[in-house]
C-alpha cells in the first residue's frame, strides 16, 4: 500500500534516536508493571478472606494462598529486574550485531557452498541466540520449579524429567522453526512491498497445520493422554456434547500429576473434529457432576462462538502486525541504531521491530483482557441454564483452594493482567451464599450461580 510505503519513508529519518526510544519503552513498561505488582503485594498482605469467601475458605487455606501469592510475587519482582538488566546488556552491550557477526564467520568457515547466504546465516544466529536465551532462564526457571513451586507443594517434576522436557523443547524448536522461519524470510524476499499478505495467509496455514499435528505428534513427547474410562464422568461428557451438538471426537485424561498439583481441562482441535482433554489431577478433587459441570463452561465458549470471534481477533492482530513491520522492514535509521550499518537482515528487523511496538501491544493485552472476562460470565451463564449452577460453584471454590489461586487482587493489577474474574467476583455474581442457604433456594440459584473458569 501507498500509504504504509510512506509512512515508511517519514520514519526512516537519519540519527533518529531510536534506541533511546525503545528503551524508553522498555523501562516504562517495567516502572508500570512494578507499581502494579506493588498494588497487588498490598493485598497479599491481607490477614482476612473477602467476605464473600469467609464461609467457603478456612484461614488456613487463605493465609497458604496469600503466602503462595507473595512468594510468586517476590520471585516476579527478581525476575523482572533480571530479565531487564539482560535487555539493556543485549541492547546498549551491541549484542545483537556482534553474534550476527560471529554466526557469519561461523557459516562461512564451516558451512557447504550455497549455504551462506541471509536464511541460513538466520537460522544459525536464531539458534544460537535461543540457546544463549535458555541458558540465562534456566536459574529463574529452576527455583521457580524447584523451590518456589515445591515449597508449596505443587512440583512432581524430577530433574530428569525437567531437563527431559527442556532438550525435547530445543529439539522442536528446531525441526518445526526451522522451515517455518525459513519460508518467513523467503517469503518477504520474493514478494515485495505486499508481503505482508501472503506473511499472513502462510501464518494462518502455519496454525492448522500446528492444530493439526498438535495431538498426534507435540502432546505425545510431553503427556500421556488415555481414554476417559466408560462410567457416569464418560457418560455426562457423551451426553452434554450431543446436547450442544458438539463435535466431540475424543475424550482424553492427561497426566498432569506427573508435573504439577494444578488443575485444568480445555479442548482443541478442528471445526468438525474437537478432542477433549481433563487433568488427572482435576479427576481427584471434584465428583464427575462437577468435571461435567466444568466442561459445560467450557463448551459454553465454544457455543456462544467465543473461540471463534477471539481465534478472528488474533488473525486481524497478526495481519496488522505484518503490515506495520512492512513500514520498518527497510528502515536503515533503525538498523543502524542497533549497530548494523553494512547489513541489515530481516530477522532483526523483525526484532527491534517487535521491541517498537511494545507500547501498542499493552493496550491490545488490556482490551483483551476485559473482552476475555466478559467472555468468562457469559460462559458461566450459559453453563447456569444448562442446570449446572450449584455443580460449577462448588468446582470453582474447589479448585480454587487445591490450586492456591489468587482469592483478591487489587483491581488496576487485576485489569491489566488478569483474563478471568477473581473468584470473589465470580461468587458475588453467582449470588452463592454457601451450601445450606443454596440448598435451600435452589430454583434461586438455578438462575445466578455460574463459577467455574476456562483454564481453571
Do not use: C
Not at 493465609?63 to 535487555?87: H, M, P, T, W
Not at 523443547?169 to 508481503?195: D, E, H, R, W, Y
Not at 457418560?235 to 497426566?255: H, M, N, Q, S, T
Not at 471463534?308 to 520498518?328: D, E, N, P, R
Request: aromatic fraction near 14%; glycine fraction near 8%.
Amino acid at each position: 500500500m501507498d500509504l504504509l510505503q510512506q509512512l515508511g519513508r517519514f520514519l526512516d529519518r537519519p540519527n533518529f534516536p531510536w534506541k533511546t526510544l525503545i528503551v524508553g519503552f522498555s523501562l516504562g513498561q517495567y516502572v508500570f508493571e512494578s507499581f502494579l505488582s506493588m498494588r497487588q503485594y498490598k493485598v497479599l498482605q491481607q490477614k482476612k478472606p473477602p467476605k464473600a469467601l469467609q464461609g467457603e475458605v478456612s484461614q488456613e487455606v487463605f493465609d497458604k494462598s496469600q503466602a503462595y501469592g507473595r512468594a510468586k510475587a517476590k520471585f516476579g519482582f527478581v525476575s523482572e529486574l533480571y530479565g531487564q538488566i539482560q535487555n539493556l546488556i543485549i541492547i546498549y552491550g551491541d549484542v545483537l550485531p556482534k553474534l550476527w557477526a560471529v554466526t557469519g564467520v561461523w557459516l562461512g568457515g564451516y558451512a557447504p557452498q550455497g549455504y551462506t547466504g541471509e536464511i541460513s546465516h538466520t537460522l544459525v544466529f536464531f539458534f544460537t541466540f535461543n540457546i544463549i536465551t535458555t541458558v540465562l532462564s534456566l536459574p529463574a526457571s529452576l527455583y521457580s520449579t524447584f523451590v518456589l513451586e515445591e515449597k508449596f507443594g505443587f512440583n512432581k517434576q524430577t530433574p530428569t524429567l525437567f531437563v527431559t522436557d527442556l532438550l525435547k523443547g530445543q529439539a522442536l524448536m528446531v525441526a518445526l522453526g526451522a522451515p517455518v522461519l525459513s519460508a518467513f524470510l523467503k517469503i518477504v524476499q520474493k514478494t515485495g512491498n505486499q508481503f505482508f499478505y501472503y506473511l499472513w495467509l502462510f501464518s494462518v496455514g502455519v496454525q492448522i497445520f500446528g492444530i493439526t499435528i498438535y495431538p498426534v505428534v507435540i502432546q505425545p513427547l510431553f503427556n500421556k493422554l488415555s481414554p476417559l474410562e466408560d462410567g457416569a464422568l464418560k457418560k455426562g461428557v457423551e451426553d452434554l456434547a450431543k446436547r450442544l451438538k458438539f463435535p466431540l471426537k475424543d475424550l482424553y485424561v492427561i497426566d498432569g500429576s506427573k508435573r504439577s498439583a494444578h488443575s485444568n481441562a480445555y479442548f482443541y482441535g478442528l471445526p468438525w473434529k474437537k478432542h477433549i482433554v481433563i487433568y488427572d489431577t482435576l479427576l481427584e478433587k471434584n465428583t464427575p457432576e462437577e468435571v461435567v459441570a466444568v466442561l459445560g463452561h467450557e463448551l459454553g465458549h465454544w457455543s456462544l462462538s467465543h473461540t471463534t470471534k477471539l481465534l478472528g481477533i488474533a488473525q486481524f492482530h497478526l495481519f496488522y502486525v505484518f503490515a506495520l513491520f512492512s513500514v520498518f522492514v527497510n528502515n536503515r535509521s533503525l538498523y543502524r541504531s542497533f549497530g548494523f550499518h553494512d547489513e541489515f537482515p530481516i530477522i532483526i528487523g523483525f526484532i527491534l521491530f517487535s521491541d517498537a511496538l511494545a507500547p501498542m501491544d499493552t493496550v491490545v493485552k488490556l482490551l483483551m483482557n476485559i473482552l476475555s472476562r466478559r467472555y468468562e460470565f457469559q460462559a458461566d451463564e450459559f453453563a447456569v441454564n444448562l442446570g449446572y449452577s450449584t455443580q460449577l460453584a462448588r468446582s470453582l471454590i474447589k479448585l480454587q483452594i487445591q490450586n492456591l489461586s489468587t482469592m483478591d487482587a487489587d483491581w488496576m493489577y487485576a485489569s491489566y493482567h488478569f483474563s478471568h474474574p477473581i473468584l470473589p467476583e465470580r461468587l458475588g455474581a453467582l449470588g452463592w451464599y454457601g451450601e445450606k442457604k443454596s440448598d435451600g433456594n435452589a430454583n434461586r440459584d438455578e438462575k445466578v450461580v455460574k463459577a467455574a473458569d476456562r483454564e481453571l
